[in-house]
């Protein structure tokens, strides 16, 4: 009789127990030739063995934190449909529009979400209405709630909603997953609207939902339809805003120190006017006034530009998002070149949330550099594909004195013998440690002093060590200690704000509440796990 393994202990190789595995899941990933194929090969170890997936993650956030976030997620939504291997959230269509609530109850079966994602993939990041194709987004933001913040996995929920994509491209696609229709108009997606948030909220009564790349009219409408009525924050509005705020902070005082410029007489050019661009210029505008500016001194310290130029209020037509930044005191020629907008308004940091690759050329760079000692340059739009200047770039033409931050990641660099490191200004440092302080307080809302306390807890979690190296970021490698402290202080917000309903955290002192939260974060299980599955 031949041998038959009776077990299947017996089809394990007779080594496996004394290698170690992580080793070997590093190799095969280190092994993959694109960005892409190493984004198809963590997310199906997410899916084999989600615990050493995430023991991966955590010690090693530097290397795959680009990989299954920005840039190479931007990548993944480009190609979804060709390269989808199986659910990984749940889509909710146009189609179920009147029945929302039987979709999500089927999806609740097993499930206790706390936190959900939800895009509409009309504006993902810079790469437009990709439809369908928008669900990694909610799953890599995901991710780092659960890397960032140790939220518990089974308790995310990734959503992209397809009402349609006019992006007509995809419906010629015979592999596009989504629908093949153009997206309904507005009434017709506000009904919808409604109805998904109602049941949501009826389905997942503890829930707190984050949008997520909508296009800029959706984004803003939403977030002023819902943020007083259910638990949600818009992202690429309060998070951005809050994110770009703390490293303005301190790339403000870095200047400082070169040029002795009070905090309150920056001068900010926004190149780009969209959800991001006005809900920086937002979250800095509260900040002055916080400083003690009155909202017109702190309105006249911001300048916006979008593809016609500098804003100016006598603006034919203007979206109304742009107007409340639309400048009154400029009645000169239309100023459509970037260069002569700087020349105008002399500004002290120059923010790009534009999509437009390159836009801060040398004769811009060399500009701000002529205005300033130390000129603050934050190139954030993503993925790097679409940001406004290269890293290696920046320092180039400014002899290394630019205060630098970009939404996707850069690497360090040498020049003339000295060692720059880069701060990355994406609001993947903001949203973990919001969620997790919102859904800890049982916060009914999210209020504006959350997202700013956010950011100032952000802002001053700097170690001397960061401060010495001319960071305005923290390190990455850090994230979970630092949404730690971003909780507390959304906590404490939310208390003072009154939404909170978790009334026990009242009576903690502060290190005992940070202790409580430091506990609360979910950790992958290190027993056995790496093991592969029988
Ligand atoms: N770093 C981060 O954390 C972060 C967060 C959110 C968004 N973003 C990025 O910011 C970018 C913009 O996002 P959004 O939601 O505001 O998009 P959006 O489409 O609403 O805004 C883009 C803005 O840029 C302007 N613009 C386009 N072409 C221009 C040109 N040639 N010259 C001047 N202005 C021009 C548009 O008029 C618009 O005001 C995206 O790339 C997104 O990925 C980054
Ligand atoms: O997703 C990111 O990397 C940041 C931001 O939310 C964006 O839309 O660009
Ligand atoms: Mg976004």
């Not at 229709?181 to 948030?197: L, V």
């Not at 801060?360 to 954030?380: C, G, H, T, W, Y």
Request: proline residues 5%; charged residues 20%.
């Amino acid at each position: 009789m031949p041998f038959a393994p009776s077990s299947s202990i017996a089809r394990l190789p007779p080594y496996l127990f004394n290698t170690d595995h992580r080793h070997r899941v590093l190799t095969q990933l280190r092994s993959k030739a694109t960005g892409l194929e190493k984004y198809i090969y963590l997310n199906g170890l997410k899916e084999r063995e989600p615990n050493l997936f995430y023991e991966i993650l955590l010690a090693n956030m530097l290397e795959i934190v680009p990989i299954l976030y920005t840039p190479t997620v931007g990548d993944a939504c480009s190609n979804y449909s060709h390269i989808w291997r199986r659910p990984e959230g749940l889509y909710v269509t146009i189609e179920h529009k009147g029945h929302i609530r039987e979709v999500l109850r089927q999806w609740h079966a097993g499930h206790s979400a706390r936190i959900a994602v939800v895009t509409d993939g009309s504006r993902i990041l810079g790469l437009g209405d990709l439809g369908a194709n928008g669900l990694p987004i909610s799953v890599g933001k995901l991710d780092l709630y659960v890397a960032g913040a140790g939220i518990k996995p089974a308790t995310t929920l990734p959503i992209c909603l397809d009402l349609g994509t006019n992006t007509t491209k995809f419906h010629d696609d015979p592999l596009y997953l989504g629908l093949r229709r153009r997206r309904p108009d507005t009434p017709e997606m506000d009904e919808f609207m409604h109805e998904f948030m109602e049941a949501m909220t009826e389905i997942f009564p503890q829930l707190l939902v984050q949008f997520e790349d909508f296009s800029t009219d959706n984004a803003f409408r939403y977030l002023d339809l819902f943020r007083n009525q259910y638990r949600v924050f818009n992202d690429d509005i309060q998070g951005t805003g809050s994110v770009v705020l703390s490293g303005f902070f301190n790339a403000a005082r870095l200047s400082a120190a070169a040029a002795g410029t009070p905090l309150t007489d920056q001068r900010i050019l926004f190149f780009g006017a969209g959800s991001a661009g006005i809900g920086v210029a937002k979250q800095l505008l509260s900040f002055f006034t916080l400083q003690g500016l009155s909202v017109e001194e702190a309105k006249s310290r911001i300048w916006t530009v979008d593809s016609k130029g500098l804003i100016t209020a006598d603006r034919k037509g203007l979206q109304e998002h742009k107007k409340f930044f639309a400048r009154t005191d400029y009645d000169g020629p239309a100023l459509t070149k970037l260069e002569d907008v700087i020349n105008y308004v002399k500004p002290t940091a120059l923010l790009g949330l534009s999509t437009v690759r390159n836009a801060f050329d040398e004769q811009v760079v060399r500009l701000m550099s002529s205005l300033n000692a130390r000129p603050i340059i934050f190139p954030l739009s993503n993925p790097v594909s679409l940001c406004e200047v290269d890293y290696e770039d920046a320092i180039k033409w400014t002899n290394g004195s630019v205060i630098f931050a970009s939404g996707s990641p850069y690497k360090t660099l040498e020049y003339n013998g000295k060692r720059y490191e880069p701060g990355q200004g994406n609001n993947m440092y903001i949203f973990p440690g919001i969620g997790l302080g919102a859904i800890l307080a049982k916060a009914r809302h999210i209020t504006d002093s959350m997202v700013e306390q956010a950011s100032i807890a952000l802002a001053s979690s700097l170690t001397d060590e960061e401060k010495k190296a001319d960071l305005v970021y923290p390190r990455l490698v850090r994230i979970r200690d630092l949404s730690c402290q971003i909780a507390l202080a959304v906590i404490r917000a939310a208390q003072k704000d009154n939404v909170d309903e978790n009334l026990l955290f009242r009576n903690l002192s502060d290190e005992a509440l940070l202790e409580y939260i430091r506990a609360k974060q979910w950790q992958p299980t290190t027993l056995n796990h790496h093991l592969p599955r029988l």
